[in-house]
């Protein structure tokens, strides 16, 4: 079985630009997480769907954050515009369900803003 | 912080040894999940255990509940260098839809 696959794995962006990650679940799950990590801490939640309706995106900030599932499948988390703390890596997960599953992540995206 | 606070903040043990981790958050539950993640890398889930559950077993891996003391440990028996990686609980609230994961425990096997 496929795992989530992210992409790009890295990115380099100077502050005030913008940029969007891309993440494909694994097929049939039909819960989606975008979590922000920064170096040295967990991951937070930014925000979750279910199929193609957003669950919760209570810590998702909206002033510059965005985030669609077109067709309830691939997820794409946009920034725009960037600033100094929003360097982190940005990781997708992926579940059958809701809360109460298991979730799969993906390999993340490392996001350097300069 | 919300939920989700490991201690010890680091660990270094030897090879052979066990390895113990714990979990402290603050509001009532659904489920408890525990993570690994090696460095540079994406998590890989561990275990699940709901709030109705005191303990579960996985190969080498022991997690129990104290849902009146609101926290969690978990035990990696006769360790390997390859478990060197972050741990990290996360907590799935009774109410609502949050996921709240925890600061992490980094584990270091020395051989």
């Known amino acids: 079985e496929a795992g989530v696959a992210q992409s790009p794995r890295y990115k380099i962006i100077e502050k005030r630009q913008s940029v969007a990650f891309w993440c494909n679940p694994i097929?049939?799950?039909?819960?989606l997480y975008w979590y922000q990590q920064i170096l040295g801490q967990g991951p937070k939640l930014l925000i979750q769907?279910?199929?193609?309706?957003?669950?919760?995106d209570s810590q998702l900030p909206k002033d510059r954050f965005s985030a669609e599932r077109l067709k309830g499948v691939d997820s794409t988390l946009k920034i725009q515009p960037a600033k100094l703390e929003d360097s982190a890596v940005y990781l997708c997960?992926?579940?059958?369900?809701?809360?109460?599953?298991?979730?799969?992540f993906g390999p993340g995206t490392r996001l350097t803003v300069t | 912080s919300q939920q989700g606070e490991e201690d010890p903040q680091a660990l270094s043990i030897q090879e052979g040894e066990n390895a113990t981790m714990n979990c402290s958050y603050k509001?009532?539950?659904?489920?408890l999940q525990w993570y690994r993640q090696n460095s540079g890398r994406g998590l890989v889930h561990l275990i699940l255990?709901?709030?109705?559950?005191r303990e579960k077993h996985s190969g080498r891996l022991r997690v129990t509940l104290d849902t009146s003391k609101k926290s969690s440990s978990l035990l990696i028996t006769a360790s390997r260098a390859a478990d060197t990686a972050s741990y990290f609980c996360?907590?799935?609230?009774?109410?609502?839809?949050?996921?709240?994961f925890g600061t992490g425990t980094s584990l270091t096997v020395i051989p």
């Open positions: 509001t009532s539950i659904n489920n």
């Open positions: 769907f279910q199929n193609n309706g957003v669950v919760d």
């Open positions: 997960a992926s579940s059958l369900g809701g809360r109460t599953y298991e979730q799969y």
């Open positions: 255990i709901r709030s109705n559950e």
């Open positions: 996360a907590t799935a609230l009774d109410t609502g839809n949050q996921f709240y």
């Open positions: 097929s049939g799950h039909a819960t």
